[in-house]
């Protein structure tokens, strides 16, 4: 079975919310975990990373949450706009170039104006 | 800009038939790329491991004669889809890792919508 899974399939929200998308891993070896962003048709995009030696990384409007002691993962999107909807997908592996990344099922984020 | 390029983006074929897919990275070498299937409204699921100048890994349930894997060069790697059928139709995505700043990431193809007719 897979490795990495997502609480919820579908989230919708108002624009300007902010959203919360949320991940659960098994492999408690992964030390790479990301959050990828896929629009219709298109490869995943990358967003954010972060390591197992970090719990909290934030980029521009989103913030990553890892919980290595429960083995949770989260992505956190402030101010979420129409354009951020999406499917979104965590991933996880090890952090060698020969390591594939594993990935959850996806969460599909709908924002509404 | 991409470091990894993808092509075909788009492919329909007869079935019966056999599809290339090229998978490149455009400014390192990568020794392992890796391709994944996706279905729609489903993820990304791993297919096979492909590894420069040796034979490919491929995950549990990948028929490895339907799926050839090719990865002659540190810039190159391919993915044939054998006798196609329409149960083939799919996503297919290809990605390679590249050591960075902060460790190993990881980048996608384009991807490659595969329609057999």
């Known amino acids: 079975g897979e490795s990495v899974g997502l609480h919820l399939p579908t989230l919708s929200v108002q624009e300007g919310d902010n959203s919360i998308i949320n991940c659960a891993y098994s492999n408690s070896a992964s030390d790479y975990f990301i959050w990828y962003k896929q629009e219709s048709g298109k490869g995943p995009q990358f967003i954010i990373d972060i390591r197992s030696n970090m719990d909290k990384r934030q980029g521009q409007r989103v913030t990553v949450l890892l919980n290595k002691t429960v083995k949770h993962l989260s992505l956190q999107i402030a101010a979420t706009q129409p354009g951020d909807s999406a499917v979104y997908f965590c991933?996880?592996?090890?952090?060698?170039?020969?390591?594939?990344?594993?990935f959850g099922k996806g969460t599909t984020l709908s924002v509404s104006s | 800009g991409a470091v990894v390029s993808q092509h075909p983006s788009r492919v329909i074929c007869k079935s019966g038939t056999s599809v290339k897919i090229e998978c490149r990275s455009l400014?390192?070498?990568?020794?392992?790329m890796f391709w994944y299937r996706q279905f729609p409204k489903q993820s990304l699921m791993l297919m096979a491991t492909s590894n420069e100048g040796s034979k490919a890994t491929y995950e549990q349930g990948v028929e490895k004669d339907k799926f050839l894997i090719n990865h002659a060069s540190l810039t190159l790697s391919t993915l044939t889809v054998t006798s196609a059928h329409p149960e083939d139709s799919s996503f297919y995505i290809c990605s390679a890792r590249r050591a960075g700043t902060h460790g190993t990431e990881a980048f996608f193809g384009q991807g490659t919508r595969l329609t057999v007719v």
């Open positions: 991933a996880e592996s090890g952090n060698q170039a020969g390591t594939a990344l594993i």
């Open positions: 400014d390192f070498q990568a020794t392992t």
